[in-house]
């Protein structure tokens, strides 16, 4: 498999900017927490869970992009048929799964809090997570599609 080494270098870019994104959301994230806290001081009991999806969120992606990272220097390296890709692959559909699970505690506790407040109803948020769990999902369907012809070549 001739792969440009351009294309897998430009890739490798995204994927640390991505995780620069990461990481900036993740020092910011406390400040941001308390400072809404202190805005609304009868929904702060809210603030513990949502730091701990958030933060769950961040290290499975943080460890889905590493992988990610990790496949496409195997690609480089002409090793894109390996135990080693196929391993990475299923660690991030692992990461997938994760992340779906973590918004989906978020879309509750969202509903949650809409109810214990009588507030609004949580629509907006919760069409957001609806499509990030769309968006995850069809990464998950793309890693299960790519460990296919893996499994098939190693045999």
């Given at each position: 498999?001739?792969?440009?080494?351009?294309?897998?270098?430009?890739?490798?870019?995204?994927?640390?900017?991505?995780?620069?994104?990461?990481?900036?959301?993740?020092?910011?994230?406390?400040?941001?927490?308390?400072?809404?806290?202190?805005?609304?001081?009868?929904?702060?009991?809210?603030?513990?869970p949502f730091l701990v999806c958030a933060?769950?969120?961040?290290?499975?992606?943080?460890?889905?992009?590493?992988?990610?990272?990790?496949?496409?220097?195997?690609?480089?390296?002409?090793?894109?048929?390996?135990?080693?890709?196929?391993?990475?692959?299923?660690?991030?559909k692992k990461c997938a799964f994760t992340?779906?699970?973590?918004?989906?505690?978020?879309?509750?506790?969202?509903?949650?809090?809409?109810?214990?407040?009588?507030?609004?109803?949580?629509?907006?948020?919760?069409?957001?997570?609806?499509?990030?769990?769309?968006?995850?999902?069809?990464?998950?369907?793309?890693?299960?599609?790519?460990?296919?012809?893996?499994?098939?070549?190693q045999i």
């Amino acid at each position: 498999m001739n792969v440009k080494r351009g294309s897998t270098t430009f890739l490798k870019v995204i994927i640390f900017l991505f995780g620069i994104a990461v990481l900036a959301l993740c020092i910011w994230l406390p400040e941001i927490a308390v400072r809404d806290a202190r805005v609304h001081p009868d929904t702060a009991y809210f603030l513990i869970p949502f730091l701990v999806c958030a933060y769950g969120f961040c290290i499975a992606f943080s460890v889905a992009l590493y992988h990610a990272y990790k496949l496409l220097t195997y690609i480089e390296k002409n090793n894109a048929f390996s135990e080693l890709s196929l391993k990475s692959l299923k660690i991030i559909k692992k990461c997938a799964f994760t992340v779906i699970f973590l918004i989906l505690l978020g879309i509750v506790s969202l509903r949650v809090l809409a109810q214990v407040t009588d507030s609004d109803d949580a629509a907006g948020p919760t069409s957001l997570c609806l499509m990030g769990i769309l968006a995850t999902s069809i990464l998950a369907a793309i890693v299960n599609a790519l460990q296919k012809p893996l499994k098939n070549a190693q045999i």
